[in-house]
């Protein structure tokens, strides 16, 4: 996605103390509610005997912007298996607009509890796969498991197009924060083949096998926003929290991070833009501008201030 942004550094007023604060002059050219000034956290002079570690990124919304081409795949899959749900006022396939799923994919997250909740408010549906809805667990698990199987086939068709790219400002930190002796770690909730494919795509095979840890949906049993990734994530990296930085794109994903005791930044996207941030240390609209030393200064400045 191209970014129009311009950032500036300005020093406050000379009677305060040394801190500054963050500006940014544009908007996402993609959504025009989607206007927010770039914020960090004061900056303090003080400095915590402790650094940045390791640097972790979220995937879908953070390395690419994904919601629509996710939204894409799983109406295909619905169009593919003919599901129809009791609650439909058409008699189309089910189909989630770009307002819903924005809805629905801040809300929850991973595409196998996206679909179990959808089913469980409208009513289960009837499909190719079944031709009545389905009424026992073993019969929804496979309606489900069938569902998102081939949705997730789709959505890498989509990635290997090569229409896709990743997000501004990614693989500069990432090559940075590998310069720079860091750690760095992918976690995403999204289902493992997909993320991979994701990663070999868009950040090339080379930085996809020198991250030093890398976890997916499967990997833990319970979905952001339980912070079970994250805190996989530092026992793998073996550092504690506070030596650990996220990067993500949602209020879900941040209550992940900052539950598992790690500070949090924000890269929104269009989708999300108008979530409340209140508890990251930093929010900006991409990473186009953000430095590693930038992030190694609000890590220092938030763990000094717990």
């Not at 993609?30 to 004061?42: E, F, G, S, V």
């Not at 609650?87 to 629905?104: C, G, R, V």
């Not at 499967?218 to 073996?238: H, N």
Request: aromatic share 6%.
């Amino acid at each position: 996605m191209a970014s129009t942004s311009t950032t500036l550094l300005v020093p406050l007023t000379p009677s305060l103390s040394p801190r500054f604060s963050l500006l940014t002059s544009s908007l996402s050219p993609l959504r025009t509610t989607a206007t927010r000034t770039t914020r960090i956290k004061p900056l303090s002079v003080s400095v915590s005997s402790r650094s940045l570690q390791a640097l972790i990124f979220d995937c879908d919304g953070v390395i690419l912007e994904s919601e629509h081409l996710h939204r894409q795949a799983y109406n295909d899959a619905f169009s593919r298996f003919d599901v129809r749900c009791p609650s439909s006022a058409t008699s189309q396939p089910l189909n989630w607009d770009s307002d819903f799923y924005d809805e629905l994919q801040n809300r929850i997250g991973g595409g196998k509890p996206k679909m179990r909740w959808y089913f469980k408010e409208h009513g289960w549906p009837s499909s190719s796969i079944f031709e009545k809805p389905p009424e026992d667990d073993a019969a929804r698990a496979k309606l489900i498991d069938t569902i998102q199987d081939w949705k997730t086939e789709r959505y890498k068709e989509i990635i290997k197009s090569g229409t896709v790219e990743p997000r501004p400002g990614v693989l500069r930190l990432m090559d940075e924060a590998k310069a720079a002796g860091k750690q760095l770690a992918v976690c995403s909730a999204a289902t493992k083949s997909s993320v991979i494919l994701c990663l070999e795509n868009l950040i090339g095979m080379d930085r996809f096998q020198s991250l030093d840890c890398f976890l997916a949906g499967d990997d833990v049993k319970e979905k952001k926003p339980d912070p079970s990734i994250y805190l996989t994530a530092a026992t793998k990296l073996g550092v504690s929290g506070k030596e650990c930085l996220v990067v993500e794109d949602s209020v879900i994903g941040l209550q992940a991070a900052t539950s598992a005791g790690m500070s949090c930044v924000i890269t929104y996207t269009p989708s999300t833009a108008n979530q409340d941030f209140e508890d990251a240390i930093g929010i900006y609209p991409d990473l186009n501008s953000v430095r590693l030393k930038d992030l190694e200064l609000l890590l220092q400045d938030d763990v000094a201030a717990t």
